[in-house]
Nanobody, 128 residues
Framework: QVQLVESGGGLVQAGGSLRVSCAVS????????MGWFRQAPGKEREFVAA????????YYADSVKGRFTISRDNAKNTVYLQMNSLKPEDTAVYYC?????????????????????WGQGTQVTVSS
């Protein structure tokens, strides 16, 4: 079983920065592609960013491209999401997820159904 625990959420003013982390335990972290998703009140959960197990491939939603950066440290079993130039519309619960469907080094899925394990989420609130 794989456990994912997010941390680092909080309240930040528009234009500010925040980094959320996701610690993974249970199985070999480096075998999993990792992704970040978010869900705002009254909206469906949406894709934010993904990173392949090697870290060599990343993929972003258009809404965060150029502002957010996903990265991973396989030695620490942790994936990060650095969020800069935050906007009020970035307010949401942010979830990390792990996918072990394919072993390709560039595999970084954006579809939530391709992910096998999910964290409990961390709240990010951006005030205007």
């Amino acid at each position: 079983q794989v456990q994912l625990v997010e941390s680092g959420g909080g309240l930040v003013q528009a234009g500010g920065s925040l980094r959320v982390s996701c610690a993974v335990s249970g199985r070999t972290f480096s075998r999993y592609a990792m992704g970040w998703f978010r869900q705002a009140p009254g909206k469906e959960r949406e894709f934010v960013a993904a990173i392949s197990w090697s870290g060599g491939n990343t993929y972003y939603a258009d809404s965060v491209k150029g502002r957010f950066t996903i990265s991973r440290d396989n030695a620490k079993n942790t994936v990060y999401l650095q969020m800069n130039s935050l906007k009020p519309e970035d307010t949401a619960v942010y979830y990390c997820a792990a996918s072990g469907r394919y072993s390709g080094s560039t595999y970084a899925p954006s579809i939530q159904y391709d992910y096998d394990y999910w964290g409990q989420g961390t709240q990010v609130t951006v005030s205007s």
